[in-house]
């Protein structure tokens, strides 16, 4: 990487550091650009060489994966064993973060729906990625139909995370979120996990 490229990356990364913290600890509303430059060490300007608006920011932070290698993704799936408990465990991360930034969260939500799928992220999230990848994973040990492709059922499980949030919010946060989503997730993966036969 060159470094104009390598110093234009560090800014943008720090933009988005300081964002979600700022939004995380102050709310999204009350959190102003000024305070997020300021925050990042950078001009207030700087800000619309990255970001049009703070919801844009906020869609970054929820595609963000700079700060997750490949070597850290390897080791999830090396130490985190079946292809259910790694979608269990995405999922429970998933949420943990959602609850601890829920006003973020509903923002991104909002964003996410009014605009789809955008060239820049035409891969999905990050979460859609590990999902798609814990799917390819057991389609090639042999535990997951093949009947369809990963990314189709990795779409099918976003899906399901998607309404099951906006159902937890519409109704007022009631409920255990990670419970909820766990049951209609173990639901889906029955159809899709393959029951492996034991030869006695």
Do not use: C
């Not at 608006?53 to 850290?72: C, H, M, P, R, S």
Request: net charge negative; proline share 1%; no cysteine.
């Amino acid at each position: 990487m060159k470094l104009r490229e390598k110093q234009k990356a560090e800014v943008k990364s720090a933009l988005i550091r300081a964002g979600e913290e700022l939004f995380g600890n102050k709310g999204f509303t009350e959190t102003t650009v000024e305070e997020i430059t300021a925050a990042a060490g950078v001009a207030r300007g700087t800000f619309y060489n990255y970001f049009q608006t703070k919801e844009d920011l906020a869609l970054e932070i929820f595609y963000e994966t700079e700060g997750l290698t490949t070597e850290q993704v390897d080791d999830f799936f090396a130490t985190t064993l079946g292809t259910e408990n790694q979608i269990q465990t995405i999922i429970t991360i998933a949420v943990e973060w959602t609850l601890r930034k829920p006003e973020l969260f509903l923002v991104i939500l909002i964003e996410k729906m009014k605009r789809g799928s955008t060239p820049e992220h035409a891969n999905g999230t990050l979460f859609r990625r590990l999902i798609t990848e814990a799917f390819e994973r057991g389609q090639m040990a042999g535990v997951v139909t093949r009947e369809r492709l990963a990314q189709e059922l990795a779409h099918d499980i976003d899906g399901l995370y998607m309404v099951h949030m906006v159902r937890w919010y519409h109704y007022g946060k009631q409920g255990d979120l990670l419970s909820i989503l766990l049951a209609a997730v173990n639901t889906y993966l029955s159809g899709a996990i393959v029951k492996q036969k034991t030869s006695y």
